[in-house]
Nanobody
Framework: QVQLVESGGGLVQAGDSLRLSCAAS????????MAWFRQAPGKEREFVVS????????YYANSVKGRFTFSRDNAKNTVYLQMNSLKPGDKAVYYC???????????????????WGQGTQVTVSS
């Protein structure tokens, strides 16, 4: 089992950057495929980016491709989401998710993930 704690959210202006972090407990972090999702008010949870457990394969949603960068540090049991050129449409609660999976392809569906953090709010003003 793993517990996830996100941090790094905040209020920024359009065009600014933020880096989100997700710290995971447990000694088997490297066994977990990881992902970020987001949910805006009144909308369904939306896929942002996912990674295989090795970090060797990363898949981005089209809406963030070229602006967001996923990374993972298995030594620190932490994944990151570097968000550049933020837009008002990026405003949402961002969630980190994990699944004990050896899939060679990133998993993009929320219901495939077993563990979730509490979320961190990102607000982008125009």
């Amino acid at each position: 089992q793993v517990q996830l704690v996100e941090s790094g959210g905040g209020l920024v202006q359009a065009g600014d950057s933020l880096r989100l972090s997700c710290a995971a407990s447990g000694r088997t972090f490297r066994s977990y495929a990881m992902a970020w999702f987001r949910q805006a008010p009144g909308k369904e949870r939306e896929f942002v980016v996912s990674s295989t457990r090795s970090g060797g394969s990363i898949y981005y949603a089209n809406s963030v491709k070229g602006r967001f960068t996923f990374s993972r540090d298995n030594a620190k049991n932490t994944v990151y989401l570097q968000m550049n050129s933020l837009k008002p449409g990026d405003k949402a609660v961002y969630y980190c998710a994990a699944r004990d999976s050896g899939s060679v392809r990133p998993l993009t569906t929320a219901n495939l993930y077993d563990y979730w953090g509490q979320g961190t709010q990102v607000t982008v003003s125009s």
